[in-house]
């Protein structure tokens, strides 16, 4: 079985990501493109899920649906609610992934790199900062929203856009899972973007590097 495409680097892989090329399942071929498109890669998560399709394709549509661009939410905000409830749940594989398709997403390099200090940071505005508030909340285990945090959280954001919001993040919950129970091999790109604008603030690949 050949590699994935984005050439994995870094421990001990659990189960070996399928190359996209190798996909038999044409729907599934034409949906894993869809994150060339906008990703530049297919992430190994997918490459992996591909073994029961039906499970990836309902992935995928969930994905498209959350980061839909006709939604109301703006696409980056939306990464960095994913990244800020990976970050919760303790998943490096998503904070990398997060970190590329916010910067892809119209997220300054400055500002993913202060994501941290969203709180206190001037980049961040008072909606944004509630938002992510709401995605540290939501993400924790147990769940720590509170009606007081719903109020502070619905002072800035309409219900429609709250829905968009939490759909982040509960699609991040099952990468989440899925990503740290696997031990999926990071990428090329993932892993230089993470390591360059989060190092610093505790980023590491740990199970995710591959030797």
């Given at each position: 079985m050949g590699r994935a495409p984005g050439a994995i680097i870094g421990a001990v892989t659990r189960m070996q990501p399928i190359p996209a090329e190798d996909c038999?399942?044409?729907?599934?071929?034409?949906?894993?493109?869809?994150?060339?498109?906008?990703?530049g890669f297919v992430p190994n998560s997918l490459l992996?899920?591909?073994?029961?399709?039906?499970?990836?394709?309902?992935?995928?549509?969930?994905?498209?649906?959350v980061f839909a661009p006709d939604g109301e939410?703006?696409?980056?905000?939306?990464?960095?609610?994913?990244?800020?409830?990976s970050a919760a749940s303790g998943c490096q594989?998503?904070?990398?992934?997060?970190?590329?398709?916010?910067?892809?997403?119209?997220?300054?390099?400055?500002?993913?790199a202060a994501v941290y200090d969203y709180a206190t940071s001037p980049l961040f505005t008072p909606a944004e900062r509630a938002a992510l508030d709401f995605a540290m909340e939501a993400a924790s285990v147990p769940?720590?929203?509170t009606d007081a945090s719903y109020a502070a959280l619905a002072e800035h954001w309409t219900e429609s856009q709250?829905?968009?919001?939490?759909?982040?993040v509960c699609m991040f919950g099952v990468f989440n899972r899925w990503n740290d129970s696997m031990a999926t091999p990071?990428?090329?790109?993932?892993?230089a973007r993470a390591g360059e604008l989060l190092a610093d603030r505790g980023?590491?690949?740990?199970?995710?590097?591959?030797p």
């Open positions: 038999a399942d044409p729907e599934l071929a034409d949906a894993l493109g869809h994150f060339t498109r906008t990703l992996t899920m591909q073994r029961v399709p039906a499970i990836a394709k309902a992935v995928i549509h969930l994905n498209r649906a939410v703006d696409l980056g905000l939306k990464r960095l609610v994913g990244h800020v409830a594989y998503c904070k990398a992934h997060t970190t590329v398709s916010a910067t892809r997403h119209g997220v300054s390099d400055e500002k993913m769940n720590a929203v709250i829905v968009e919001l939490l759909g982040v990071l990428e090329e790109l993932p892993m980023w590491t690949a740990g199970k995710h590097r591959r």
